[in-house]
């Protein structure tokens, strides 16, 4: 069978950190919930500032530094961390080949042959494609993509495609 698409991507560190980051963002619970959480903050620190309780403003104001860097630096550094025990996909090319009722994914170490109807979400952004299997797990294309590759994608799984 001819393969209607045929894609090559590399697994590098800076996409791998992409897509984790992308992925931090796209769960809209957890960024309401860290938002309300840092403005409750901010608002308790200038409140406890304003009525000269000094030791709970820095109290609030260190929780509200600590928060911020472990969600966007520590956990970077973890998935950087991460991605280099990996040595199954670390730095490895990987070539997806899309084919009427499924595509195939391989490397040098696998294959796997994963049907559309498997596809949780499609999540287009501007350098990447990810095609995700479950939340937390999908596989990550760099764009440029051919002609008619994302019109392809959203046909085989409209009600995905976000």
């Known amino acids: 069978m001819q393969a209607l698409y045929t894609i090559k991507s590399l697994y590098s560190k800076e996409e791998f950190m992409r897509f984790n980051r992308t992925l931090r963002f796209k769960n809209k619970k957890i960024v309401v919930f860290l938002s309300v959480l840092n403005v409750l903050l901010l608002v308790t620190t200038v409140f406890c500032l304003v009525n000269g309780d000094f030791f709970w403003a820095a109290v609030c104001g260190f929780y509200l530094v600590f928060l911020d860097w472990y969600l966007f630096r520590g956990t970077d550094k973890r998935m950087a961390k991460v991605f280099m025990q ?13 084919y009427d009722d499924h595509f195939e994914s391989i490397t040098k170490n696998a294959s796997t042959n994963i049907g559309y109807d498997k596809i949780h979400r499609i999540i287009e952004t501007q350098k990447n494609i990810y095609i995700m299997y479950s939340d937390n797990q999908g596989i990550m294309m760099q764009k440029p993509v051919p002609d008619g590759f994302v019109d392809f994608l959203h046909q085989v799984a409209p009600e995905r495609s976000k």
Do not use: P
């Open 86 to 98: 990996n040595k199954l996909i670390a730095s490895q090319e990987c070539e997806f080949r899309f």
